[in-house]
């Protein structure tokens, strides 16, 4: 329509400067006129109606053949072109396409518009004068789309367009109270969003719904928590290290005996851990640093391997070490007190116990005469002593009242039971005492029993 009404008025204006010629051209002609064409003129002038219909007449005609001679003209002088539209209204003529489209391009971009459905190029022809540069036409363009547009600050949300505002402004002053309120609250940890979030510029339609207002961006990302918060913070802690247990085999010991050589302590760890929340929740933990603030104790359990050889006697067992004795006691293997100085005073014996230790069988370490068998009151309690000749002499105390199998001059053999085991006498807690004796004097007992 544009292009229709450009050539119009063109044409009119031609028109205009047509009839002003024809005016002059008379005048001319009545003042320098010959003479002899001036009766005919008189005849002419004679008449003020005549002379008014012919001019018009002649008027008429020459406005038709100018206009019909400017039109094939000027529909000459149109070149080839680019129309660029919008909506199908013409928004300006390029020269090549390629300029065309590089308005068209720029246009969009300034505008942040990726939906360019209304814009087309099309080839046409256009008078020269109609022709624009590339930056031109991306201005007109630029306007012509802007019509009716508002520019906006978009909020992206992970990727996606939650919203867009008008005041982006307003944007980042709701967001900025969020944070702030969220670091009041956790004066000890960095605050940010959990959510990746970005504000850019772009055009709308002026009626696009997907425009809220402050209030309704302020709801949702105060109440509705469209956008959620979170906080890091470095947490500090002193964790247990757990101790392990180390086993050792020992030959001291039978097979299937233990004990304890050492126990364990844990140790303390000092943590540092990056922990990320959503409000009390915690989302996300990595550890920083730790260090050893103490180090832990091994538990030390010692496990027996000695195999002793076994002689069955009476419906019991007894076994045989690899000393010159037979173990004095029937099923328990622990030695809780070994032959020596200790915090009670000397020990002149080795102490033997275990599980449920109370009412075990006493049995004589070598076959020999008994020699003691009775109370002692020495702190002995209820015990027996054998000589076995060559000056060896054994020992056995704190046997349960009325528990003793033998008397004074009995002659026992090895592996036979003496009494069993208790408590009497000064003790703390059901065990065997064993002594050995070599010449009246009492020795570690530990190489006879093969220990
Ligand atoms: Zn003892």
Not at 19 to 38: C, E, N
Not at 60 to 73: E, F, K, N, P, Q
Not at 118 to 127: D, L, S, W, Y
Not at 307 to 331: D, E, I, K, M, R
Request: include cysteine; proline fraction near 2%; charged fraction near 15%.
């Amino acid at each position: 329509m544009g292009v229709f009404f450009r050539t119009l008025r063109v044409y009119l204006t031609n028109l205009g400067l047509f009839v002003a010629g024809i005016f002059s051209a008379v005048f001319a002609v009545l003042f320098y006129l010959p003479k002899k064409a001036i009766p005919y003129l008189k005849k002419t002038f004679s008449s003020a109606r005549l002379f008014l219909k012919r001019a018009a007449v002649l008027v008429l005609i020459a406005a038709l053949v100018t206009g019909s001679l400017w039109l094939a003209l000027s529909t000459g002088e149109q070149k080839k072109a680019v129309e660029l539209k919008l909506n199908g209204n013409t928004v300006g003529w390029a020269e090549t396409k390629a300029e065309a489209e590089q308005a068209r391009t720029a246009a969009l971009s300034a505008l942040g518009i990726t939906n360019a459905d209304g814009v087309e190029i099309a080839e046409g022809r256009t008078p020269a004068c109609n022709l624009k540069s590339a930056a031109t036409l991306s201005q007109l363009l630029q306007r012509a789309l802007s019509n009716g547009r508002v520019t906006v600050c978009e909020v992206v949300v992970d990727g996606i367009v939650l919203c867009a505002l008008e005041d982006e402004s307003v944007v980042r002053s709701v967001l900025n109270d969020k944070l702030n309120r969220a670091a009041a609250a956790y004066p000890d940890s960095t605050v940010s969003f959990s959510e990746t979030v970005a504000l850019r510029s772009a055009s709308y339609e002026a009626d696009d719904e997907r425009i809220w207002t402050p209030e309704k961006f302020k709801l949702a990302v105060g109440t509705l928590d469209a956008i959620t918060v979170q906080h890091v913070a470095c947490e500090k802690t002193v964790s247990p290290l757990a101790y392990d247990t180390v086993e050792l085999q020992t030959n001291t010991l039978f097979i299937g005996d233990s004990r304890v050589r050492r126990e364990g302590r844990d140790g303390q760890e000092y943590v540092v851990d990056l922990v990320t929340y959503v409000g009390q929740n915690k989302v996300l933990s990595k550890q920083l640093m730790s260090v050893t603030v103490l180090q832990p104790v091994s538990r030390v359990v010692e496990r027996g391997m000695r195999a002793g050889s076994l002689t069955t006697s009476q419906g019991y067992t007894v076994t045989q070490t690899t000393g010159v004795f037979a173990w004095p006691v029937v099923g328990l293997y622990t030695v809780t007190s070994l032959f020596g100085p200790r915090s009670l005073g000397y020990h002149h014996g080795l102490d033997i116990s275990g599980a449920n230790a109370a009412g075990s069988l006493v049995v004589a370490a070598a076959g020999g005469t008994v020699v003691e068998a009775g109370w002692s009151t020495g702190g002995l309690g209820n015990y027996v002593q054998i000589d076995h000749g060559n000056g060896i002499e054994t020992l056995y105390a704190h046997m349960q009242n009325n528990s003793l199998m033998v008397s004074v001059g009995d002659v026992v053999t090895k592996g036979q039971a003496l009494g069993r085991v208790g408590n009497t006498g000064y003790s703390f807690g059901a065990h065997l005492h064993f002594g050995v004796l070599i010449n009246g004097t009492v020795v570690d007992p530990a190489p006879y029993l093969g220990l």
